[in-house]
């Protein structure tokens, strides 16, 4: 079975530049998470998909970041304009049912200068 | 957002002995707990978990505990070994939304 894929690794951008993210979930997962983790923190979560529908963004800076599920698979998260605090660790994950573990991707390490 | 808590950022201890990792959580819907495993440079990997209607779960040399009374958690790692060294999170999720959170994790080194 295929882990959860995520793309870029790696990024570094300027400050006030844009960037996305993409999440590849394992097949038949229902449910989609982004977390941010900031160095020496737990992962926080953004936002959690289920389906194509959002279950909870409350946690998500909506002036800045914003997220989709195409037909209820794929998923992208956007920052623009990026800031200098939104360097982290962006990672995806994803379950198949509710009170499941979720499986987590490799990240995406954002460098923000 | 603290609802989930790891109060000790490191832990030490002797190879072959016990490790006891605590979480503790203040959110009373949350039903379901998971403890995760992670790496440098990698995603965290899931561990164990338990749900609610239990207060413990084993899984050879892991053990969870779960006190509902006391919003805590405990991981119980007999023998430790050198290759458990690692970031260990604690995480809780409610069943009527699935929305998962985590502590702030505890860094375990196991010394040979």
């Known amino acids: 079975e295929a882990g959860v894929a995520q793309s870029p690794r790696y990024k570094i951008i300027e400050k006030r530049q844009s960037v996305a993210f993409w999440c590849n979930p394992i097949?038949?997962?229902?449910?989609l998470y982004w977390y941010q983790q900031i160095l020496g923190q737990g992962p926080k979560l953004l936002i959690q998909?289920?389906?194509?529908?959002?279950?909870?963004d409350s946690q998500l800076p909506k002036d800045r970041f914003s997220a989709e599920r195409l037909k209820g698979v794929d998923s992208t998260l956007k920052i623009q304009p990026a800031k200098l605090e939104d360097s982290a660790v962006y990672l995806c994950?994803?379950?198949?049912?509710?009170?499941?573990?979720?499986?987590f991707g490799q990240g995406t390490r954002l460098t923000v200068v | 957002d603290q609802q989930v808590k790891q109060n000790s950022p490191s832990l030490s201890v002797q190879e072959g002995r016990i490790s006891i990792l605590n979480c503790d959580y203040t959110?009373?819907?949350?039903?379901?707990f998971l403890w995760y495993k992670k790496y440098p440079a990698e995603g965290p990997t899931f561990l164990i978990s338990?749900?609610?209607?239990?207060d413990k779960n084993e899984d050879g040399r892991f053990t969870v505990f779960l006190n509902k009374s006391a919003k805590h958690l405990s991981l119980h790692i007999v023998p430790s070994q050198p290759g458990d060294s690692a970031v260990y999170f604690c995480?809780?999720?409610?069943?009527?939304?699935?929305?998962?959170?985590f502590g702030a994790g505890t860094r375990l080194t196991v010394k040979p």
């Open positions: 994950a994803s379950s198949h049912t509710v009170n499941t573990e979720a499986f």
């Open positions: 998909f289920q389906n194509n529908g959002v279950v909870d």
């Open positions: 338990i749900s609610s209607i239990k």
């Open positions: 995480a809780a999720s409610a069943r009527y939304n699935n929305d998962m959170r």
């Open positions: 959110n009373s819907m949350f039903d379901y």
């Open positions: 097949s038949g997962h229902a449910t």
